[in-house]
Structures are given as structure tokens and as C-alpha cells.
């Protein structure tokens, strides 16, 4: 990653809200001895970091206080329940990509050296099951090309992006057709009809889908190099944008992927269930974190940041995941998966010149809470750092997940598997009488009923 050498961890503070941990402190909250919270070190659990010139260790509290969550939840099975939905225990069985010892893996095939070679268009056909065979201009020519060049910053960016908003009105307004399971190039076709609505086609795009000569002309480029020509990029930029595609493809179950693997289980159309992903990822807890990062981002990188404070919205935005160990990631910073930092965002950052501004600030938070920069973060340093247009941040995450949706949808298809999980009722209960009166009705009911169909 482009940044200073990395401070060292600080020493515990003595206040409540400190990011850091004692082994004393971290063993009283787990509520175990010192030697079990040692084993837990050893085993992969819990991470320790070093102090330079001092003995011991300490501990990220909110790594600490996610450990406790889970051994909470083990001891208590209807918590273990409740948790699934939040960052908990697997639900569903999917052999595509595994998030595994701080690593991302697409079908077993390590998504950091997938990216180094691979296009989007490849990294579909890898996550669809398919045989990928390499693309036209999927690698650029000669060597890999060097960090962005900082010139790139001084480029005025272009009119911005269509808002997510009006893109999922797009998508929904394109004709839902199934794609030809015997033609090959189906889900480069999607890929192209989800680049139209993110990049602001006009209206009449779905006469393009059709068949219009330079739309066919314009496929055969794969969609990084398509981006790469309409933002004006050199080759280091294009070579960012592909692994940036590359790398936002798909990431287990997350929220917008889920989001489509339940509309898929109810026999809808891949259509409708890309468009259900796509609804997800606006949400500002998911895709949607880009423009809120954006937003700020002048802010956040005026200065140099001292060592004793934060920008105050930034700080603000961050204060429930440092106070309180909220399992989901808020502001660009931190990710339950990644407690020793998200390689995709390490991997795209190092793809970008050295700015001292972004520098400064990542080593301030991490000094201030213990997290690292999570992937909205880094696709917003390449929005910024290459002059794209205001939104091509979140036009990278979409366009590149659209490859992990499809992928998601049609494996929950071939499951058979309708999604209904069950709710945990937590209003106000039946009045005795009433339920009284129901029960005895449902037992006079199955009473009447044949017997072949009460033995069950």
C-alpha cells in the first residue's frame, strides 16, 4: 500500500473508548485467564500487536469484543440463531467464493493473483463454473504497468455519473429476457446492459441490446477497457480499473449478493434478480458508503492530520464502531472479515501514487481506532486519484459485483431451495383466551382430517 511507513501500535490509553487492549483488560472481557487468551492468539482467533521498546501486547478491542460475540452466541443456540443475520454462522452452502485466513478466494483460485492477469468478463465465467479463456485486451501491453501517475489528480474530473438511483430505474426499464443457456457470450451481455444504466446511456439503450452495429462493435472490448477509453485513461489507469472490477466481483454472502439469491429462490428472472442487487448495494452500509466517503473526502484529506485528532465528521461517523464494536463497517474504515486489513483495498491502493494527504489520514485512524481502509475507501482513492467522474466509484463496485449476483442467482436456482427463514416474534403475545380458542380449533380440524394425513 502507497502509505508512510506504518506507525507503531500505541500504548493502551487509560480512558473506556481506547481502540487497544492489555492482555489483562482483553482476558477480563472475554472473561477468561490469560492462557486461554493466549490460546487464542495461537489458534488464529485473536490478533496481537507488538509495542517497540515495551514488553507485552495489545489487542484491537473491537477485534476483542467480536470474539466475545461469538463465544456468546456458541453458549447460547437461540442467540446462535439471531446472529446468522449478522455477520454470524454460514446459512447457505455456496461454492464460490471463500473469505478464509484474511484472504478472498473465487472457486478456490486466490482473487489477488486471479486479479493480477484476469478481466471482469474472465472473472464471470470463473464464478459461473465455466471454463474462463482470456479476452481480447484483457492483458495490457508489456509489462505491468506503474502506479497511477499523480498527473492524473491534476485532471479535471468529467460531468458526474448518473445517481444509483436513476440507474436501478434504468435497469428495471431494459427488457427482462432470459439469456440462451447454449450461447457462451450471455453474461458478457449483462455486463454490458449493467455498464449502460451505471454509465448513463440514453433511454433508448434497449435498442442497443438489439443489436445496433457499434454497440456490437463496442462488446467485443472488454468493459475495462470500454471505461478506460470514456474516462480518457493511460494504461495504468486501465490496468487499475480491471483489477478494481476484478476484485469487487463477489465476496460470500454479502448483503446485495443475498439480496439477489432471494429473489432467484422465488423463480424470478436473472433480470429481476440483478436489479435486487442492485437496489442493495445503493444502501449506504453497502455500496452506497462510496458517495458518503466522497462526500467528505476533501475534508478528511485538507491536511496532514495530527496525532491527537481525527476530522470531526469522520471521527463522528466512526465513534459507534470504536466505542460500542459494531460488527459492521461505517465511513470507509475497518471490516469484520478482514480484522488485519482488507487485501483488496491494500492491493488497489497500492496501485495509486503516493499521496501524502491519504497517507496521513489512514495512519491516523489506525492509531485512533485499529481499523484499515476497507474496498469503498479504495475505490474512491482511484475515483479521486484518476479524475473520474463523480459516482465512478460506485459504477466500478456495481459493474464488477454484477459478475458475483449472477453467479449467486443461478446457484440458488439450482438448489431448488425457496428462501424463508423464520422470524423471531418479539411483539405483543396472543391474549390467553384467544390462542386457547385457536388451538382447540386447529386440533378440531386435523381431528376431521383423514388419518392418512394426519400420520405424519
Request: aromatic share 6%.
Amino acid at each position: 500500500m502507497d502509505r508512510a511507513p506504518p506507525a507503531p501500535a500505541p500504548a493502551p490509553a487509560s480512558h473506556h473508548d481506547s481502540p487497544w487492549l492489555d492482555s489483562q483488560q482483553a482476558a477480563a472481557l472475554l472473561g477468561v485467564q490469560r492462557a486461554s487468551l493466549y490460546a487464542y492468539v495461537s489458534r488464529g482467533l485473536l490478533r496481537a500487536h507488538t509495542q517497540p521498546g515495551q514488553r507485552g501486547h495489545v489487542y484491537a478491542r473491537i477485534d476483542v469484543q467480536r470474539l466475545a460475540r461469538q463465544r456468546q452466541t456458541v453458549r447460547n443456540p437461540a442467540r446462535l440463531a439471531r446472529s446468522t443475520l449478522d455477520w454470524g454462522t454460514p446459512v447457505l452452502h455456496s461454492a464460490i467464493t471463500q473469505v478464509a485466513g484474511g484472504q478472498l478466494y473465487y472457486r478456490g483460485r486466490n482473487a489477488l493473483q486471479w486479479a493480477q492477469h484476469a478481466g471482469l468478463e474472465e472473472t464471470a465465467a470463473l464464478l459461473l463454473g465455466q471454463e474462463p479463456s482470456p479476452a481480447p485486451h484483457t492483458r495490457e501491453a508489456g509489462a505491468t504497468p506503474e502506479p497511477v501517475a499523480a498527473a492524473h489528480r491534476a485532471r479535471p474530473p468529467s460531468a458526474p455519473l448518473p445517481p444509483a438511483a436513476q440507474a436501478l430505474s434504468a435497469w428495471h426499464s431494459l427488457p427482462a429476457q432470459e439469456p440462451d443457456a447454449h450461447d457462451p457470450s450471455w453474461p458478457t451481455r449483462l455486463l454490458q446492459q449493467m455498464r449502460w444504466v451505471l454509465t448513463g446511456l440514453p433511454a433508448d439503450a434497449a435498442a442497443a441490446v438489439a443489436g445496433v452495429a457499434a454497440a456490437q462493435a463496442e462488446q467485443r472490448m472488454p468493459v475495462h477497457v470500454q471505461l478506460a477509453t470514456a474516462w480518457q485513461l493511460d494504461a495504468a489507469g486501465q490496468h487499475t480499473l480491471r483489477q478494481a472490477l476484478v476484485l469487487c466481483a463477489d465476496h460470500e454472502l454479502n448483503a446485495s449478493s443475498f439480496a439477489a439469491r432471494v429473489v432467484a429462490s422465488t423463480g424470478a428472472s436473472l433480470h429481476a434478480s440483478l436489479g435486487a442487487g442492485l437496489a442493495a448495494l445503493t444502501g449506504p452500509l453497502h455500496g452506497g458508503m462510496t458517495a458518503v466517503i466522497d462526500q467528505h473526502w476533501d475534508e478528511w484529506h485538507a491536511a496532514p492530520q495530527a496525532s491527537a485528532t481525527l476530522p470531526a465528521s469522520l471521527g463522528q461517523l466512526l465513534a459507534d464502531t470504536r466505542s460500542s464494536g459494531s460488527p459492521h463497517y461505517c465511513a470507509g474504515f475497518g471490516h469484520p472479515l478482514y480484522p488485519a486489513g482488507d487485501p483488496r483495498s491494500q492491493r488497489l491502493l497500492s496501485l495509486l501514487a503516493h499521496d501524502p494527504h491519504r497517507s496521513s489520514l489512514l495512519d491516523s485512524v489506525h492509531r485512533h481506532t485499529g481499523l484499515h481502509p476497507s474496498l469503498d475507501y479504495a475505490l474512491v482513492a482511484i475515483q479521486r486519484s484518476l479524475g473520474l467522474p463523480a459516482g465512478a466509484a460506485f459504477v466500478l463496485f456495481a459493474l464488477g459485483r454484477t459478475a458475483g449476483w449472477l453467479a449467486h442467482a443461478l446457484e440458488q436456482r439450482q438448489s431448488g431451495q425457496l428462501i424463508r427463514p423464520r422470524a423471531q416474534y418479539v411483539g405483543l403475545p396472543a391474549e390467553p383466551a384467544q390462542q386457547a380458542k385457536d388451538t382447540a380449533a386447529a386440533s378440531d380440524t386435523l381431528g376431521a382430517l383423514p388419518g392418512r394425513i394426519i400420520r405424519f
